[in-house]
């Protein structure tokens, strides 16, 4: 008897991978499930004269993003729309997210916000903030010798 409560429990596991694999369109197709707010991976380094964050957004234009800068944390966000979305498509697979994204990181360096430059080719938007040049005083030091 128990043999073939696991048999029927074995058959219906294999029913329901077969109709999940037809939902979703089989191994290739595994559903991906994109979370509320996107957050584009990103590289952030310096050289002797900028700070530069580089983040992959393929899919975006330029106006559709927004740059915060407080203290030593940038912000961008904006948002990512389905340009090719319309009432009539079926999809049969959906792997690309699609909606708000958002990301903060921390600087590295102090810089100066009134240089900054922002663009955006081959889906990667870069963002080169000059480092914030303190002025060096020079200092004359006489030195004495001491008395014993």
């Keep these: 008897m128990a043999q ?19 939902l979703t369109g089989g191994q290739g197709g595994r559903p991906r499930f994109c979370p509320p707010i ?5 590289d952030v380094y310096e050289t002797v004269e900028e700070v530069v964050i580089l983040a992959e ?3 975006i234009g330029d106006e559709e ?11 961008f966000h904006g948002q990512k729309n389905d340009y090719h979305a319309a009432p009539g498509h079926r999809h049969s697979q959906i792997e690309i997210c699609y909606g708000t994204f958002e990301r903060t990181v921390s600087l590295p360096a102090e810089v100066d916000p009134e240089g900054v430059q922002v663009s955006y080719r081959d889906g990667f938007l870069k963002i080169a903030l000059p480092k914030r040049q303190r002025q060096r005083q020079r200092v004359r030091v006489t030195v004495r010798p001491q008395r014993a």
């Design 57 to 59: 957004i393929p899919g």
């Design 4 to 22: 073939k409560l696991f048999a029927d429990f074995e058959y219906l596991h294999q029913q329901m991978d077969e109709m999940w694999d037809r």
């Design 65 to 75: 993003v927004q740059i915060d800068l407080h203290g030593d944390r940038l912000r």
């Design 38 to 42: 996107l957050e584009p991976p990103v």
